[in-house]
């Protein structure tokens, strides 16, 4: 970055600071516009990481563990690659004279160019969530989807998000109220990285720290990845009583409560709740109560005094079920028109799920009111104050925003241009693939209402308190009313509602990590547009592979139990398609259903926020009750399933350590490693993964024995109802 000396003279006559103190804190408020942003060296890295993370994540996605390797990993990875095409191209400029003069070196490597290579590995980071769709239908229920319909969707939802994003860029990136809490880790990351240091006696450069982390990790790997599996959930307490149901019901990591179990394993740690090491101890506590409180208080009552005939079933399962214990055949109440056969529904009766499974959708629609409650509760008047600010014509810029203005801004009819297009070609293909997708144009239009509608709300919240409330349950809902029985509609509708307002948030947070590190605005949208078409050729492309590569893929009925191709988030995917979409909420949540009592949850979840409030108003000077946050306690299991109790426990464990007590001890230690020691655990456990599965599991090449086995608990998953037959389980 430059120095003061480097900015125009009409920029030093800025004297605003941002009006949040934690920018002001972490940002760098100077600028040199001279500095090259996009180079070879940019474009090399950039899309180099975003193929990489593409294919690395979505190969990550079918196992039982889904890594992410995020957009950190990619940043410090090419370092020391960005330094060494520094030191090593030639510095000749080609079409010297003409506006396409460039040079393969232009100099040492630098701040923006970096930036702009995490911006395109940004985009391989972020998951293709309708990556899904072509999963349930191809592999559970076992249709055809073809090639071209499905990459046309995944970069419909992508770009989709990108148009939405354009158009609440005004409100939701220059002002400096919306500050996107999040991003303040990557600039510090940034300026760690950047900033010139000498190898400390004794000890180690960053980028030495990161390799001997990343190398580690890799041949650790060899262990829970290949030799013995087990160490990716050690439930010991299932050992103590090998013959005992209820033992094992309590300590399965995988199928059971998950007491004392815990995966020395990184994959197991970070799969599903992110890296611990980038946990704020307020949030881990909050995740801590809220599972334990699931965990560990709702299940065990709810199994136990037998609610919705909680014994028939696992304790803990992602799958549906006859009333009987019996596994649901999906494929029998699927007609040939892919929509419920209302006759074999009714004779193979109601469809059933796990209690938890049941609760952790009450737990979701609590989520969900407790969210909005919370916000006007406890944030209203700032957010309002915030909100009014951001909109009014004479807003005050921050320092970073008057910075911006001497680049060239992105026109906003070219995010215009981009979304009518997009929403065109989305009717288009929905219409003319409509026996595939199901899902009518007015359909299409609803889903970019609801989008549009909760874009900037949700923005605002997500820009100004780092919460981000999901919209899976209204989409799912609205059209699983309007439009029953169709699977496919339902899951397209979830994805053009949902998941494209996700992905303008994702947007428009890269847009603010832009606009921090001043990066010029088209600059980032043609890193941000190229990026994202690569990315989805490259999930479409790695998804379709591996569907044709692994026999029975996602299929736990055929694959072995040690198999790690299990697909836990497909599968609930899958489910969601079932009881949303085929048999539809009313026949499960309303008047025709099993589950109509869980809708008490949404009441529950507007009432509790209200009554911290109070606390909180009655007893101003315990701060300790400012800090209870519903939302998080409520949604702290809105991923189990997939995720499994071991996820949590060995998550919790890790975020205790680096978030509190190295935070707290050894806090000079925490701020110069941690997040490197993150990045490099994922880096190195990632290139692990893919080596063993093209060496070793993709030619079957295993080791059978007692350490390659599960976690040792195989009577977790069995049901305590008397009468109830089930393979492999005793019958009470």
Request: proline content about 6%; overall charge positive; some cysteine.
């Amino acid at each position: 970055m430059g120095d003061a000396s480097e900015i125009h003279p009409m920029d030093l006559e800025v004297s605003e600071e941002s009006p949040v103190k934690q920018v002001q804190m972490t940002v760098p408020t100077t600028d040199d516009p001279t500095i090259p942003s996009v180079t070879f060296r940019t474009w090399v890295l950039g899309l180099a990481a975003c193929i990489i993370l593409s294919f690395v994540n979505q190969f990550f996605w079918y196992r039982n563990n889904p890594l992410n390797v995020s957009a950190i990993s990619a940043m410090i990875a090419v370092v020391p690659l960005g330094h060494l095409m520094a030191k090593t191209l030639p510095e000749r400029s080609f079409f010297k004279g003409t506006r396409w003069e460039f040079t393969l070196n232009p100099g040492p490597f630098n701040i923006k160019e970096h930036v702009l290579i995490t911006i395109f590995a940004n985009s391989g980071a972020g998951t293709v969530y309708a990556t899904h769709i072509l999963s349930a239908v191809r592999l559970f229920y076992k249709r055809s989807l073809g090639f071209v319909p499905s990459l046309i969707v995944m970069a419909t939802t992508q770009i989709l998000g990108f148009g939405w994003a354009g158009v609440f860029r005004k409100y939701l990136v220059e002002p400096g109220e919306m500050w996107w809490p999040s991003n303040l880790v990557m600039v510090s990351l940034f300026r760690a990285l950047h900033e010139k240091e000498k190898r400390p006696r004794g000890g180690t450069t960053l980028n030495q720290f990161f390799l001997i982390v990343m190398m580690c990790s890799f041949v650790y790997f060899i262990f829970p990845g290949y030799l013995v599996t087990v160490l990716t959930s050690l439930s010991w307490v299932c050992w103590l009583a090998p013959k005992s149901v209820l033992v094992q019901q309590l300590g399965s990591g995988s199928s059971g409560l998950g007491i004392g179990s815990i995966g020395i394993d990184w994959s197991t740690i970070s799969s599903f709740l992110g890296s611990p090491m980038a946990s704020p101890w307020f949030a881990t506590v909050n995740v801590a109560v809220g599972f334990f409180l699931v965990m560990y208080v709702t299940t065990p009552l709810t199994y136990w005094f037998n609610v919705y005939k909680a014994k028939t079933f696992p304790i803990f399962s992602n799958k549906l079920f006859m009333g009987n214990g019996e596994k649901y055949d999906i494929l029998s109440i699927v007609d040939s028109k892919f929509h419920l056969d209302r006759d074999a529904y009714a004779k193979s009766g109601h469809l059933y799920m796990s209690t938890f499974f049941a609760m952790t959708y009450g737990f979701g629609f609590a989520t969900l009111t407790a969210t909005i409650v919370h916000v006007l509760l406890f944030d209203g008047r700032e957010l309002w104050n915030k909100t009014k600010g951001a909109f009014a014509g004479n807003a005050k810029m921050d320092i970073h925003t008057r910075l911006m203005k001497k680049y060239k801004s992105v026109p906003t009819w070219w995010f215009h241009l981009i979304l009518v297009l997009n929403i065109a070609l989305i009717i288009f293909t929905c219409e003319h693939y409509k026996y595939s997708l199901q899902l009518p144009w007015w359909g299409v239009l609803l889903a970019c209402g609801i989008a549009i509608f909760f874009t900037l709300p949700i923005g605002v919240i997500s820009a100004t308190t780092n919460q981000q409330p999901g919209l899976n349950i209204i989409t799912e809902y609205v059209i699983g009313y309007m439009y029953p029985e169709r699977p496919v509609a339902n899951m397209c509708f979830k994805v053009y509602g949902y998941i494209s307002m996700t992905q303008a948030l994702t947007f428009l947070m890269d847009f603010k990590l832009g606009h921090y590190m001043k990066i010029p605005p088209r600059s980032m949208f043609m890193a941000q547009v190229v990026g994202t078409i690569v990315a989805v050729v490259v999930y479409t492309i790695t998804a379709w592979w591996l569907m044709e590569e692994i026999p029975h893929l996602c299929d736990t009925s055929l694959l072995p139990p040690e198999s790690p191709w299990k697909c836990p988030a497909d599968t609930v995917f899958f489910d969601a398609s079932v009881i949303w979409g085929l048999v539809g909420p009313r026949r499960i949540f309303g008047d025709l259903g099993v589950y109509a009592k869980i809708n008490w949850f949404f009441l529950g979840g507007a009432i509790a926020p209200f009554l911290v409030w109070l606390a909180h108003k009655m007893f101003p000077n315990q701060n300790w009750i400012r800090n209870i946050h519903i939302p998080v306690l409520f949604g702290a299991t809105a991923i189990m399933p997939p995720a499994s109790p071991v996820n949590f426990t060995s998550w919790l464990v890790v975020a205790f350590i680096f978030g509190y007590a190295i935070f707290n001890y050894v806090p000079e230690w925490w701020k110069r490693y941690n997040y490197i020691l993150s990045g490099g655990l994922d880096a190195g456990t990632a290139f692990a993964t893919v080596l063993f599965f093209l060496t070793l599991q993709s030619k079957e090449i295993g080791l059978n024995w007692w350490g390659n086995e599960g976690d040792g608990c195989p009577l977790a998953s069995c049901p305590t109802a008397k009468g109830v037959i089930v393979d492999g389980c005793p019958v009470v």
